[in-house]
């Protein structure tokens, strides 16, 4: 006999030994979690963030001493009505003595009446590294919070850069409680549904539970070389959820449909290794693969995604593999207790005919021309929007206003417009040159004194010890998102200082602030975004033909998955870049996409893709190697994984659609584009698309290997599901 894969080895031992593998796996994620948490999570710096104009304005501004002190202020204001001014410095007085008194403020500033009359602000700043700032922030909130308590008539609320940061954080960590109270239930009640049992239906989230509680523990240590850049744990809760159940969706099924047949444990564990836990290890690779197309970018941002990423797809392959077995194998018919009234007769029964999905394909497999012409100008009118994606970096004004945070801020630059994020404008001069550089960009911020763009406020001109570099912060009174703030910044980079500081030789110059870095960031993404898609083709070409040892599957996958991603990236720019579905998403629309999504979405729904193709593409091609014809084989392998492909489908929807009704801008679009894509694969190109094409490519399909000719004997109708022989299977990968 010939040698067995690598899966069905491992099934064996762990279905033999489940004891033992269960423990190794219990060790392994409490090992994960215990190192993991001990070791923290290391953190990007503005240095890791660093890209473009504004990249290179901040490392001038850290190599010379110029970046600053981290910033704060107390907002004093009235709940309604007008502000009055005596109660107003009281309360300032107070703020000042408690803040003074605190070891993490450097100084407090005189109080700052606004023009209007309604706010009353006190300026302060902290000790230590700015960009360490939000770690210390709690004593200076919770001063602030102890004098709102004792003047209750009054609004007394802080805000600056690191108690914004804070908001952020706290935030998100809500965010991800929701998704996690929310995807538990709604994936427990789908797969009850699949399975017509509780049992079952556990197993899978269990195990994604696990995969992601290991994955967390382990990306702890892998943040000393790759750091956080604030989103992988949504990441990691996200993906893990979704490819977690699924793999154990599509391993479970299969080892039930096997045992409905007749086989026994083992048996039915071993077929279920060779086949589905076959297409889950190349699923899985291929997912890694897309994934890993982020470092390509050299980002600081796409690097800690794909690390995330790539982590916990590999747990929940790995555990798929190993403890799964183990608990099928130790569950045995226990597995489909207590079984669910109605639900189990609709799902135990493996041998009845699939009217449903045989009617579904029958337009694909009796008209594959006119099903395959009509499906791909629908799937490329969706996707025409996307060649008018527009892309921004998450700004302030991007933030729920659902948060306090963000509704101080908003009072704040109401009352102060120059408290609007400001332009740094960054001078570095040659030798010898100070005197003259340092006229320059006085002449440069003169010229913004004139300009209605810009406010009128006094500008302090920063100085570096050594008299080379300069910096300075001009202010735009709008929103850094808005076409007034970017004109401003044109004006900046392409006029103002080319031609004052730009007319010295060898000075550089360069414009940071929150409009700068989105623009900088938004190009970056532009540029590396078609490296990445060419290295993700490229690899995906490569291991779709190893795997299926055909040239035309790998090229037909390809183009497939790819259309299948521009249509999901066409429905998010229709949804997102327009104000229609605001009242519906609960969100305000910014008129563009978060820079990042584009090519974190592509790598992601690339990899998605691939997972149910080979799942699909693997079914058919067992069809095909009992020497069935190409339609008959299409029919049996879509219509036999159609069930599962369903259910696996609906959970990942399911998932991303949580992450859809957050209130965070970015986690909105990513859930909501996640969303679109699974349901557009699972429906249009797995029941529509895909059968077309292969029917009409034929035995084409497998080019340049081989499959049996048609044999007489063979069935040719996808109504039974006849058991594989012991020998059969081993022989189908």
């Not at 007008?82 to 408690?98: F, G, P, Q, S």
């Not at 600081?300 to 790539?310: D, K, P, V, Y």
């Not at 497999?365 to 969706?382: D, E, F, M, R």
């Not at 080379?468 to 980079?493: G, M, N, W, Y």
Request: proline share 5%; aromatic share 6%; glycine share 6%.
């Amino acid at each position: 006999m010939a040698k067995q894969p690598a899966t069905v080895r491992v099934a064996r031992w762990s279905a033999t030994h489940p004891w033992r593998a269960i423990t190794m796996w219990i060790a392994f994620v409490a090992i994960c979690l215990v190192v993991g948490g001990a070791a923290g999570t290391e953190k990007t710096t503005k240095a890791d963030m660093r890209t473009g104009q504004s990249g290179r304005a901040d490392a001038i501004a850290k190599q010379y001493g110029l970046d600053g002190a981290a910033s704060e202020n107390v907002l004093i204001t009235a709940k309604s009505g007008a502000l009055d001014r005596t109660a107003a410095n009281k309360i300032a007085a107070e703020v000042t003595t408690k803040l003074k008194a605190l070891p993490e403020v450097a100084e407090v500033s005189e109080p700052i009446p606004a023009t209007n009359g309604k706010a009353l602000l006190v300026p302060l700043t902290m000790k230590g590294d700015a960009e360490k700032a939000k770690d210390h922030i709690d004593p200076l909130l919770k001063a602030t919070a102890s004098v709102q308590k004792e003047h209750p008539d009054l609004r007394v609320e802080e805000i600056g850069d690191a108690s914004l940061g804070k908001g952020i954080q706290d935030q998100i960590a809500e965010d991800l409680g929701k998704a996690e109270l929310f995807s538990l239930p709604i994936t427990l009640v789908i797969l009850m549904v699949a399975f017509g049992a509780m049992i079952a239906a556990a197993v899978p989230v269990l195990l994604a539970i696990s995969a992601v509680g290991a994955s967390i523990g382990l990306y702890g240590l892998a943040s000393t070389l790759v750091p956080d850049a604030g989103t992988v744990s949504s990441i990691i809760l996200m993906m893990g959820m979704a490819v977690g159940v699924d793999y154990s969706l599509f391993y479970v099924k299969r080892e039930r449909e096997e045992r409905a047949k007749g086989r026994g444990r083992i048996d039915a564990i071993e077929i279920a290794a060779a086949t589905s836990g076959h297409a889950v290890v190349v699923s899985a690779i291929a997912v890694i693969v897309s994934m890993a197309g982020m470092y390509i970018a050299d980002d600081a941002i796409f690097s800690s995604l794909a690390t995330g990423g790539i982590i916990v797809v590999a747990v929940a392959m790995v555990g798929s593999l190993t403890v799964l077995p183990a608990l099928l194998a130790k569950l045995g018919n226990k597995i489909d207790r207590p079984r669910v009234p109605i639900l189990w007769r609709l799902t135990a029964r493996a041998d009845r005919e699939p009217r449903v999905w045989k009617a579904m394909l029958r337009p694909a497999l009796n008209h594959p021309k006119t099903t395959l012409l009509v499906s791909v100008i629908a799937l490329g009118a969706l996707a025409l929007p996307t060649f008018d994606m527009k892309l921004q970096n998450t700004s302030d004004d991007d933030f729920p206003r659902s948060m306090a945070t963000m509704q101080t801020y908003d009072r704040m630059t109401d009352a102060y417009p120059s408290k609007h994020s400001p332009y740094n404008l960054i001078a570095l001069a040659p030798a010898g040159k100070e005197k003259e550089t340092r006229a320059a960009l006085d002449k440069a911020i003169a010229q913004t004194r004139t300009n209605p763009l810009f406010a009128k406020d006094p500008v302090e001109v920063l100085v570096s010890q050594d008299g080379r570099a300069f910096k300075a912060d001009v202010i735009v009174p709008h929103i850094s998102s808005s076409k007034e703030a970017k004109t401003a910044l044109r004006q900046l980079r392409d006029t103002v200082l080319p031609n004052t500081v730009g007319t010295v030789a060898g000075a550089e110059f360069a414009v940071s602030g929150e409009t700068a870095l989105n623009k900088d960031f938004a190009d970056h993404v532009q540029d590396k975004l078609p490296l990445v898609i060419g290295f993700v083709l490229l690899l995906t070409f490569v291991m779709m033909s190893v795997t299926f040892r055909s040239v035309v599957v790998a090229l037909t996958a390809i183009a497939i998955n790819l259309l299948s991603a521009l249509a999901s990236f066409g429905f998010l720019v229709v949804v997102f870049q327009h104000t229609w579905a605001e009242k519906y998403l609960d969100f305000h629309s910014s008129g563009a996409i978060i820079s990042w999504l584009p090519l974190f979405l592509f790598v992601v729904l690339f990899g998605l893709s691939m997972d149910y193709h080979v799942f699909v593409v693997s079914r058919i091609r067992e069809a095909a190697m009992q020497g069935m014809s190409t339609k008959a084989a299409v029919e049996r392998g879509i219509t036999s994984s159609a069930g599962v492909i369903t259910s696996a489908a609906i959970v990942m929807v399911s998932v991303f659609g949580v992450f859809g009704t957050l209130s965070m801008l970015d986690m909105k679009q990513m859930g909501v584009g996640l969303a679109a894509a699974v349901l557009i694969d699972a429906i249009v190109v797995r029941i529509v698309i895909l059968p077309s094409l292969m029917t009409i490519l034929g035995r084409a399909n497998w080019w340049p290997s081989r499959v049996p000719r048609v044999h007489a004997h063979a069935p040719q109708q996808a109504t039974r599901y006849p058991a594989y022989e012991r020998q059969g299977y081993q022989r189908q990968f």
